[in-house]
């Protein structure tokens, strides 16, 4: 049976936001209290089911940006059979400023705490072949200094608490170099962040959280020795994250991944060094994205 | 100049730097006082990467280049200055923001003038708006010296705004309405002076962000920045911000009596004065109390082009009135402006520019006020008495004659024995000898004995001897 | 006996399946599904040994001294063929090698000749390299740097023994024997070419083998060995999709016009010049730790114009990155029975 492709839209004069669910004026772009762009909302109505939302975490640093521009950019070339569809403009931000940079050799600009300035993807995705299962998803790129104010103080920005509420996956991504070169920084933000989403997911105190999360070891390029065994690396140097994961996830997984195939150092004005990605080389990005969505 | 206040602050610095217990924006060094609440909002309100508007310049002004003011979950208040602090420690290229906060009880905000920049400025002079990079965790409480006479700058703020714009802006902050003002630059004193156009106690309700870009994580009442490519603009719609378009004429309404009156003050570049008289402790700044006190200001402003008859008047209207709040203050304000003024005409006035008004001024001295009038009168007496002693001694003696029961008697006697000496100092040879003798005779029923009487009335004896009629 | 240049003869490797590259085995190879390569019997003639081991250049090297050995001048004549067979003639030429990172037009350049040499048509394979460490090379100190010597207890395969970091039991699969030989660091390249007796190429000899810049020519560069467009059925990036490394004889119609092939995809190469490079003001941007230059994009290089003739980057010495192989080669004047040479 083939469907109407128009929708009439309920006559109101406020619509909520996908978010955070304020309610802002129909003409409103941006959500006033979340500052996430209310096309997502939009689009959402047009469609005849909920979006997906799965979220990129990490500490600041740790590669989100990178990461989730690099993976809608492959997931926009069909890589792996997959086919991705932006859903307005803004979706295609990230992914621009992303390839962009590292084509230039530049990591992309910091990704600034203000949360009208995040990024917002919603992709229609799908396997490309008869019959696969449509996902439409949410993927915000927040940054890392506001997941960690959130998490060390809940309510400070109340947007990544529904976020995290709303997401029907996560993918954490942990600095896979520093926790090679013996940092427990990674194991504890990690720590804190599985710890926070148990506390903001879990439904009963006592059953194990069904949200799959996907552990990335991202800058994996630096350690290569994850690639081989990211659960035996976890295991040994985020063992803090492993036992929590272990006890109080259902459905979580080790990756590793990376972007750059080798990095230069030089140094600014200030006396800062400067990494350069000397080459791109992306090596596990749509591994845990296909995982997670495995399990929706 | 007035002695410094001394404000007593927690403090907290929010910046961007890598440490053993991570890295990123976050507060990397506080007071002890600081509580977990004002933390979390300090976190969420401080600006981040590349929020601020401008490149750093040098120049001894180049520390103060954002600013921004709210009030926090406890009730205390947050004054904030950010500045660039170099490159962005990952090197991914822009700039560190860092941003310094002070902390202070709401009671204390009188005690700055209700001027948040007064507190910044104080931050400048103990050093707290040089970027600290590597202070130790917990930060010490800080005395900050406040100077409430610095009267903030005018130089971008009539480039920035013209006068319809301006009413428009104060009035949408009385509405409670929040307000993008984009500028190209001068945005801290554009803040302050905008600031200075509300009555002080009111400001702490107008949180505002000065040199910052918007976010709506960040919305304070006010807010003044370059709005670069519209970029904050694109956002708007359908949005409770108003969003001021300087380009755009705006149909000036009838403005209400106390936008015009602090209008006036933008226009004439009188920051100082409007500044002492808008920070007084207010308690009632509702609509009908600052048209009140508006018009209060017009009439004072307006008092130099006054005619002398309408400023009795006006004295005679305000000079027993009695009320609460400032309004008394303000009263005495616009008397003694008018006191001055009619002291100053007076002072080198003629006759014939004294005599449509004399009357009325001795019986204001006589029936509302004398202790208003006395200078007055004195000082037309001896500017008169030059010009013509004989009818300034006339005047003088209806003064005198009819004195009003609550005056000042030193003073009244003063008056008198003043007019005679003058009087018979300065009464020429060729006085009209009736006039001369009718004066002395009124003299005498007031002032018997008196040695300038005696002296005229010897002039009298003498004078009239060609036709004079002998007692 | 002269070497044809300009020649576009397809190899006759392994032929594509089904019209498709076939897709890395790496992708489904867990350690139940390895198959390492099998044990070789090694000849016990020296002369025969060395044949056997692929080590042509070191013959002919003694090539006085094999010439007196009995069986020597045949073994001789053979290996003259083989390295024929195997390596190419890159004419002399002009590279102007950018010496900043983003190489942005009009920022300085160096210009440098380039002498003729011989390159190897292929990358090292795995069963190539396999020959080397049957031979014990990780342990014959004499072709390894002093300043490496600490390390080559770390140049281990995933179970421990010495050989490229992929291997296992110091065995390759043997499912990717005609593969490019990956996992290996600059080291364990330097000491495979010094074994067979040749060399590594140096960075500008690369290029002048992927661009062909010839002396005598228009002043063209080829962006690709095959032309100046990118094709992404002449060579293995990401793009292609195959995902891994694909055997080194496949995509003949992306070869240099002297048929030396994959000089652009499926792995990165190492040459044997440090990787030098500044910023755009002037700043040096060096590695953690020393850096060589790699050439010609891999399998997963995701940009094209990072797989062109001219791109540089480059790759810490001791990175064994599983996108990273090499080819050999030799100066001319050691291959003196070539004519023109």
Same mark, same amino acid.
């Given at each position: 049976m083939?469907?109407m492709?128009?929708?009439?839209?309920?006559?109101?004069?406020?619509?909520?936001?996908?978010?955070?669910?304020?309610?802002?004026?129909?003409?409103?772009?941006?959500?006033?209290?979340?500052?996430?762009?209310m096309a997502?909302i939009?689009?959402?109505?047009?469609?005849?089911?909920?979006?997906?939302i799965?979220?990129?975490?990490g500490?600041?640093?740790?590669?989100?940006t990178?990461?989730?521009?690099m993976?809608l950019?492959?997931?926009?070339?069909?890589a792996?059979?997959?086919?991705?569809?932006?859903?307005?403009?803004?979706?295609?931000?990230?992914?621009?400023?992303?390839?962009s940079?590292?084509?230039?050799?530049?990591?992309?600009?910091?990704?600034?705490?203000?949360?009208?300035d995040?990024?917002?993807?919603?992709?229609?995705v799908?396997?490309?072949k008869f019959?696969?299962?449509?996902?439409?998803?949410?993927m915000?790129d927040?940054?890392?200094?506001a997941?960690?104010?959130?998490?060390?103080?809940?309510?400070?920005?109340?947007?990544?608490?529904?976020?995290?509420?709303?997401?029907?996956?996560?993918?954490?991504?942990v600095d896979?170099?520093?926790?090679?070169?013996?940092?427990?920084?990674?194991?504890?933000?990690?720590?804190?962040?599985?710890?926070?989403?148990d506390?903001?997911?879990?439904?009963?105190?006592?059953?194990?959280l069904d949200?799959p999360?996907a552990?990335?070891?991202?800058?994996?390029?630096?350690?290569?020795?994850?690639?081989?065994?990211?659960?035996?690396?976890?295991?040994?140097?985020?063992?803090?994250?492993?036992?929590?994961?272990?006890s109080?996830?259902?459905?979580?997984?080790?990756?590793?991944?990376?972007?750059?195939?080798?990095?230069?150092y030089?140094?600014?004005?200030?006396?800062?060094?400067?990494?350069?990605?000397?080459?791109i080389?992306?090596?596990?990005?749509?591994?845990?994205?296909?995982?997670?969505l495995?399990?929706? | 100049?007035?002695?410094?206040?001394?404000?007593?602050?927690?403090?907290?610095?929010?910046?961007?730097?890598?440490?053993?217990?991570?890295?990123?924006y +976050?507060?990397i060094?506080?007071?002890?006082?600081?509580?977990?609440?004002?933390?979390?909002a300090?976190?969420?309100?401080?600006?981040s990467?590349?929020?601020?508007?401008w490149?750093?310049?040098?120049?001894?002004?180049?520390s103060?280049?954002?600013?921004?003011?709210?009030?926090?979950?406890t009730g205390r208040?947050?004054?904030?200055?950010?500045?660039?602090?170099?490159?962005?420690?990952?090197a991914?290229?822009?700039?560190?923001?860092?941003?310094?906060?002070?902390?202070?009880?709401?009671?204390?905000f009188?005690?700055?003038?209700?001027?948040?920049?007064?507190?910044?400025r104080?931050?400048?002079?103990?050093?707290?708006?040089?970027?600290?990079?590597t202070?130790?965790?917990?930060?010490?409480e800080?005395?900050?010296?406040?100077?409430?006479d610095?009267?903030?700058?005018?130089?971008?703020?009539?480039k920035?705004?013209?006068?319809?714009? +301006?009413?428009?802006?104060?009035?949408?902050?009385?509405d409670? +309405?929040?307000i993008?003002?984009?500028?190209?630059?001068?945005?801290?004193e554009?803040?302050?002076?905008?600031?200075m156009?509300?009555?002080?106690?009111?400001?702490?309700k107008?949180?505002?962000?000065?040199?910052?870009?918007?976010?709506?994580?960040r919305?304070?009442?006010?807010?003044?920045?370059?709005?670069?490519?519209?970029?904050?603009?694109s956002?708007?719609?359908?949005?409770?911000?108003?969003?001021?378009d300087?380009?755009?004429?705006?149909?000036?309404?009838?403005?209400?009596?106390w936008?015009?009156?602090?209008?006036?003050?933008?226009?004439?570049?009188?920051?100082?004065?409007?500044a002492?008289?808008?920070?007084?402790?207010?308690?009632?700044?509702?609509?009908?109390?600052?048209?009140r006190?508006?018009?209060?200001?017009?009439?004072?402003?307006a008092?130099?082009?006054?005619?002398?008859?309408?400023?009795?008047?006006?004295?005679?209207?305000?000079?027993?009135?009695?009320?609460?709040?400032?309004?008394?203050?303000?009263?005495?304000?616009l008397?003694?402006?008018?006191q +001055?003024?009619?002291?100053e005409?007076?002072?080198n006035?003629?006759?014939?520019?004294?005599?449509?008004?004399?009357s009325?001024?001795v019986?204001?001295?006589?029936?509302?006020?004398?202790?208003?009038?006395q200078?007055?009168l004195?000082?037309?007496?001896?500017s008169?008495v030059?010009?013509?002693?004989?009818?300034t001694?006339?005047?003088?003696?209806?003064v005198?004659?009819?004195?009003?029961?609550?005056?000042?008697?030193?003073?009244?006697?003063?008056?008198?024995?003043?007019?005679?000496?003058?009087?018979?100092?300065?009464?020429p040879?060729?006085?009209?000898p009736?006039r001369?003798?009718r004066?002395?005779?009124?003299?005498q029923?007031?002032?018997?004995?008196?040695?300038?009487?005696?002296?005229l009335?010897?002039?009298?004896?003498?004078?009239?001897?060609?036709?004079?009629?002998?007692r | 006996?002269?070497?044809?240049?300009?020649?576009?003869?397809?190899?006759?490797?392994?032929?594509?399946r089904n019209?498709?590259?076939?897709v890395h085995?790496?992708?489904e190879t867990?350690?139940?599904?390895?198959?390492?390569?099998p044990?070789?019997?090694?000849?016990?003639?020296?002369?025969k040994?060395?044949?056997?081991q692929?080590?042509?250049?070191?013959?002919l090297?003694?090539?006085?001294?094999?010439?007196?050995?009995?069986?020597?001048?045949?073994?001789?004549g053979?290996?003259k063929?083989?390295?024929e067979?195997?390596?190419?003639?890159?004419?002399?030429?002009?590279?102007?090698?950018?010496?900043?990172?983003?190489?942005?037009?009009?920022?300085?350049?160096e210009?440098?000749?380039?002498?003729?040499?011989?390159?190897?048509v292929?990358?090292?394979?795995?069963?190539r390299?396999?020959?080397?460490?049957?031979?014990?090379?990780y342990?014959?100190?004499?072709?390894?740097p002093?300043?490496?010597?600490?390390?080559?207890?770390?140049l281990?395969?995933?179970t421990?023994?010495?050989?490229?970091r992929l291997?296992?039991?110091?065995?390759?699969?043997?499912?990717?024997?005609?593969h490019?030989?990956?996992?290996v660091s600059?080291?364990?390249a330097?000491?495979?070419?010094?074994?067979?007796?040749?060399?590594?190429?140096?960075?500008?000899?690369?290029?002048?083998?992927?661009?062909?810049?010839?002396?005598?020519s228009?002043?063209?560069?080829?962006?690709?060995?095959?032309?100046?467009?990118?094709?992404?059925?002449?060579?293995?990036?990401?793009s292609?999709r195959?995902?891994?490394?694909?055997?080194?004889?496949?995509?003949?119609?992306?070869?240099?016009?002297?048929?030396?092939l994959?000089?652009?995809?499926?792995?990165?190469?190492?040459?044997?010049t440090?990787?030098?490079?500044?910023?755009?003001?002037?700043?040096?941007?060096v590695?953690?730790?020393?850096?060589?230059v790699?050439?010609?994009g891999?399998?997963?290089?995701y940009?094209?114009?990072q797989?062109?003739?001219?791109?540089?980057?480059?790759?810490?010495?001791?990175?064994?990155?599983?996108?990273?192989?090499?080819?050999?080669?030799?100066?001319?004047?050691?291959?003196?029975?070539?004519n023109g040479s």
């Amino acid at each position: 049976m083939t469907r109407m492709a128009t929708i009439t839209l309920p006559k109101k004069t406020t619509l909520p936001c996908l978010i955070c669910e304020t309610q802002n004026q129909l003409e409103t772009l941006v959500c006033s209290t979340c500052g996430a762009p209310m096309a997502l909302i939009h689009e959402a109505l047009l469609l005849d089911r909920d979006p997906c939302i799965v979220t990129v975490v990490g500490d600041s640093n740790v590669g989100k940006t990178v990461y989730l521009g690099m993976l809608l950019d492959m997931l926009s070339k069909r890589a792996e059979d997959f086919e991705a569809v932006p859903k307005g403009a803004y979706s295609v931000n990230l992914q621009h400023t992303v390839i962009s940079y590292l084509s230039n050799r530049q990591f992309p600009p910091k990704t600034a705490m203000e949360i009208d300035d995040w990024h917002w993807a919603y992709y229609q995705v799908a396997r490309r072949k008869f019959g696969a299962k449509i996902y439409d998803l949410v993927m915000p790129d927040m940054a890392g200094e506001a997941i960690a104010a959130e998490v060390a103080n809940p309510k400070t920005f109340t947007v990544i608490r529904s976020l995290l509420e709303k997401s029907a996956g996560a993918i954490l991504l942990v600095d896979g170099a520093l926790a090679a070169a013996g940092s427990p920084q990674p194991d504890f933000f990690a720590l804190k962040l599985m710890t926070y989403l148990d506390g903001v997911m879990a439904s009963k105190r006592m059953s194990r959280l069904d949200t799959p999360v996907a552990v990335v070891l991202s800058k994996a390029d630096y350690c290569p020795a994850c690639f081989d065994d990211p659960r035996g690396f976890a295991q040994t140097n985020l063992n803090r994250l492993w036992n929590l994961c272990e006890s109080r996830f259902a459905h979580f997984e080790f990756f590793a991944a990376t972007v750059v195939g080798a990095l230069g150092y030089g140094s600014d004005e200030s006396r800062n060094v400067v990494p350069y990605p000397l080459h791109i080389a992306p090596r596990g990005i749509l591994e845990p994205f296909e995982w997670v969505l495995s399990k929706l | 100049m007035t002695p410094a206040e001394t404000l007593h602050c927690d403090q907290a610095i929010f910046t961007s730097v890598r440490g053993p217990m991570g890295e990123g924006y +976050r507060i990397i060094a506080a007071s002890r006082g600081m509580r977990s609440d004002e933390k979390q909002a300090i976190t969420r309100l401080s600006p981040s990467h590349e929020a601020l508007c401008w490149q750093p310049a040098a120049g001894p002004d180049a520390s103060l280049y954002a600013a921004a003011f709210y009030p926090l979950p406890t009730g205390r208040l947050c004054v904030a200055y950010s500045c660039y602090a170099g490159a962005e420690h990952t090197a991914r290229g822009g700039h560190r923001v860092y941003t310094h906060n002070v902390v202070f009880d709401e009671q204390e905000f009188p005690r700055c003038g209700f001027n948040p920049f007064h507190v910044i400025r104080a931050m400048a002079v103990v050093g707290l708006t040089v970027p600290k990079l590597t202070p130790s965790a917990v930060l010490p409480e800080v005395l900050l010296p406040i100077k409430t006479d610095v009267a903030p700058r005018m130089d971008s703020f009539a480039k920035a705004l013209d006068s319809p714009h +301006r009413r428009y802006v104060l009035q949408l902050l009385f509405d409670e +309405r929040t307000i993008i003002v984009p500028v190209r630059d001068g945005w801290l004193e554009s803040t302050e002076l905008l600031l200075m156009g509300l009555p002080g106690p009111m400001r702490v309700k107008v949180s505002f962000g000065a040199g910052l870009r918007f976010s709506f994580g960040r919305c304070h009442r006010l807010h003044l920045f370059c709005d670069k490519k519209g970029a904050a603009r694109s956002r708007m719609a359908g949005q409770p911000v108003e969003y001021l378009d300087p380009a755009v004429t705006l149909t000036d309404g009838s403005p209400t009596a106390w936008l015009t009156f602090v209008d006036s003050h933008w226009s004439r570049a009188d920051c100082a004065v409007l500044a002492r008289r808008t920070s007084r402790p207010f308690t009632d700044f509702s609509n009908a109390a600052r048209e009140r006190i508006g018009k209060l200001y017009i009439a004072i402003n307006a008092v130099p082009l006054t005619a002398s008859l309408e400023l009795l008047s006006l004295a005679a209207k305000h000079i027993r009135a009695r009320s609460a709040d400032v309004d008394d203050e303000i009263r005495r304000e616009l008397l003694a402006e008018t006191q +001055r003024t009619l002291l100053e005409r007076l002072t080198n006035i003629h006759w014939c520019d004294a005599q449509p008004f004399w009357s009325r001024l001795v019986a204001f001295w006589r029936l509302t006020d004398a202790a208003f009038a006395q200078p007055l009168l004195e000082a037309g007496l001896r500017s008169l008495v030059r010009e013509d002693p004989l009818a300034t001694a006339e005047a003088a003696i209806d003064v005198v004659s009819h004195t009003p029961a609550l005056i000042d008697r030193d003073r009244h006697e003063k008056l008198i024995d003043e007019v005679l000496n003058l009087m018979s100092a300065d009464l020429p040879g060729n006085a009209a000898p009736d006039r001369l003798t009718r004066l002395c005779s009124r003299w005498q029923s007031i002032r018997p004995g008196h040695p300038a009487l005696q002296k005229l009335l010897n002039r009298c004896s003498v004078a009239p001897t060609a036709n004079s009629t002998s007692r | 006996m002269t070497l044809r240049l300009f020649t576009r003869k397809k190899a006759g490797h392994q032929a594509r399946r089904n019209g498709r590259v076939p897709v890395h085995p790496s992708l489904e190879t867990q350690s139940a599904k390895y198959q390492p390569a099998p044990y070789e019997s090694v000849e016990d003639d020296k002369i025969k040994r060395n044949f056997q081991q692929g080590r042509f250049a070191m013959i002919l090297r003694d090539e006085q001294k094999w010439g007196a050995y009995s069986g020597g001048g045949e073994v001789i004549g053979n290996a003259k063929r083989e390295l024929e067979q195997r390596m190419a003639l890159v004419p002399a030429g002009t590279i102007a090698i950018a010496q900043t990172l983003s190489a942005a037009p009009g920022s300085a350049e160096e210009e440098i000749a380039v002498e003729p040499f011989l390159l190897d048509v292929h990358t090292v394979t795995h069963a190539r390299y396999q020959k080397f460490v049957d031979a014990g090379g990780y342990d014959a100190l004499e072709y390894w740097p002093e300043e490496i010597w600490p390390h080559l207890i770390e140049l281990k395969d995933l179970t421990g023994q010495p050989g490229p970091r992929l291997w296992r039991q110091a065995r390759h699969d043997s499912r990717l024997a005609d593969h490019p030989v990956v996992g290996v660091s600059w080291y364990e390249a330097q000491a495979y070419a010094l074994w067979i007796g040749q060399r590594l190429p140096s960075e500008v000899e690369w290029e002048m083998a992927a661009s062909w810049h010839l002396n005598n020519s228009t002043d063209m560069m080829r962006r690709f060995p095959w032309g100046d467009a990118m094709d992404k059925k002449r060579c293995n990036i990401w793009s292609s999709r195959a995902g891994g490394t694909i055997p080194v004889g496949e995509y003949s119609h992306g070869a240099a016009p002297n048929h030396v092939l994959q000089l652009v995809g499926n792995v990165w190469e190492w040459t044997d010049t440090e990787f030098a490079v500044t910023d755009d003001y002037g700043g040096p941007v060096v590695g953690e730790m020393p850096m060589y230059v790699v050439r010609g994009g891999a399998f997963d290089t995701y940009f094209e114009a990072q797989a062109t003739s001219h791109f540089r980057t480059g790759q810490i010495a001791l990175a064994r990155a599983q996108n990273t192989g090499f080819r050999c080669a030799m100066d001319l004047s050691e291959a003196s029975w070539i004519n023109g040479s």
